[in-house]
């Protein structure tokens, strides 16, 4: 399949901490976004019996969820932003949503997570999506309703359960379910541990990282001096993370509103 690219303008410096950016998803307590990742992968499993056929991941950034999807579909295909592409990454759709240069009806499972967010006209993409799915096909579509800025200035929307219904009917969905991502103390953890990690410059851990795990790295010496001197601070919210995790996820279990939520997962069906 040969690769379409779309010309743009926007800039191509999205920040590389969001869900999508990770080669697979990590449930260690040690994670910040445990919380959200735990009910994310809970919800995916639940509803894995739904993939099938010509699966397309839009949007897709490392594709840290192809682990879970690639058993159960018999072609898994990847599109992205082209200013977000991956040299070793290989894409059969490179463009800017809403446009996805793909075929009417030519897709059997869409999965759409954590992008909408980042799309200036996200409505218009489930118009879209809807077009390449065949006749009954399957969305698989996660949306935030709580989440800090990310991938600035290209955070744009946070969505409920009501807009999504409505937007998703008006788009030709018939919605199977659509299940909450965590309730009111795990969105509460989550923002405990966001607002932990975002007391610091990601850069210089990041680049730190790199270089532990041999991978390429740019101004190390100063990502070293900026760890050391927050090294107290930064040790105690290595301590303190997986305790938050471990404690709002019993708490979110036992008494948890679905009222507050961190985001949604929904299935939803194109109707014929």
Same mark, same amino acid.
């Given at each position: 399949?040969?690769?379409?690219?779309?010309?743009?303008?926007?800039?191509?410096?999205?920040?590389?901490?969001?869900?999508?950016?990770?080669?697979?998803?990590?449930?260690?307590?040690?994670?910040?976004?445990?919380?959200?990742?735990?009910?994310?992968?809970?919800?995916?499993?639940?509803?894995?019996?739904?993939?099938?056929?010509?699966?397309?991941? *839009?949007?897709?950034?490392?594709?840290?969820?192809?682990?879970?999807?690639?058993?159960?579909?018999?072609?898994?295909?990847?599109?992205?932003h082209p200013?977000?592409?991956?040299?070793?990454?290989?894409?059969?759709?490179?463009?800017?949503?809403?446009?996805?240069?793909a075929k009417?009806?030519?897709?059997?499972?869409?999965?759409?997570?954590? *992008?909408?967010?980042?799309?200036?006209?996200?409505?218009?993409?489930?118009?879209?999506?809807?077009?390449?799915?065949?006749?009954?096909?399957?969305?698989?579509?996660?949306?935030?309703?709580?989440?800090h800025l990310?991938?600035?200035?290209?955070?744009?929307?946070?969505?409920?359960?009501?807009?999504?219904?409505?937007?998703?009917?008006?788009?030709?969905?018939?919605?199977?379910?659509?299940?909450?991502?965590?309730?009111?103390?795990?969105?509460?953890?989550?923002?405990?541990?966001?607002?932990?990690?975002?007391?610091?410059?990601?850069?210089?851990?990041?680049?730190?990282?790199?270089?532990?795990?041999?991978?390429?790295?740019?101004?190390?010496?100063?990502?070293?001096?900026?760890?050391?001197?927050?090294?107290?601070?930064?040790?105690?919210?290595?301590?303190?993370?997986?305790?938050?995790?471990?404690?709002?996820?019993?708490?979110?279990?036992?008494?948890?509103?679905?009222?507050?939520?961190?985001?949604?997962?929904?299935?939803?069906?194109?109707?014929?």
């Open positions: 399949m040969v690769i379409t690219k779309e010309k743009t303008n926007q800039p191509s410096n999205l920040r590389e901490n969001a869900i999508r950016q990770a080669k697979k998803i990590s449930l260690s307590l040690f994670n910040y976004c445990f919380l959200v990742y735990y009910h994310l992968i809970k919800e995916i499993k639940r509803n894995l019996h739904y993939a099938h056929g010509v699966f397309l991941d *839009v949007g897709c950034g490392s594709s840290p969820c192809e682990y879970l999807f690639r058993p159960k579909v018999e072609k898994y295909l990847k599109h992205d200013d977000c592409a991956k040299s070793d990454i290989n894409y059969e759709y490179l463009s800017e949503l809403p446009t996805i240069p009417d009806s030519s897709i059997d499972t869409v999965f759409c997570s954590s *992008v909408l967010e980042h799309v200036s006209k996200p409505f218009e993409t489930l118009h879209e999506i809807n077009r390449i799915l065949k006749p009954n096909g399957i969305l698989l579509l996660s949306v935030p309703q709580y989440w990310h991938e600035e200035p290209h955070d744009y929307l946070r969505f409920t359960k009501y807009i999504l219904k409505t937007k998703l009917e008006e788009s030709r969905f018939e919605i199977i379910s659509i299940e909450e991502l965590g309730g009111a103390f795990a969105t509460v953890g989550q923002a405990f541990c966001n607002a932990l990690v975002l007391m610091f410059d990601l850069e210089p851990v990041k680049n730190i990282f790199n270089f532990l795990s041999t991978k390429k790295t740019k101004n190390l010496g100063e990502s070293l001096i900026y760890a050391l001197s927050r090294s107290p601070i930064i040790l105690l919210t290595f301590l303190l993370i997986p305790i938050i995790n471990l404690f709002f996820l019993c708490l979110d279990k036992l008494a948890g509103s679905p009222r507050d939520t961190i985001g949604y997962f929904v299935v939803a069906q194109k109707k014929n």
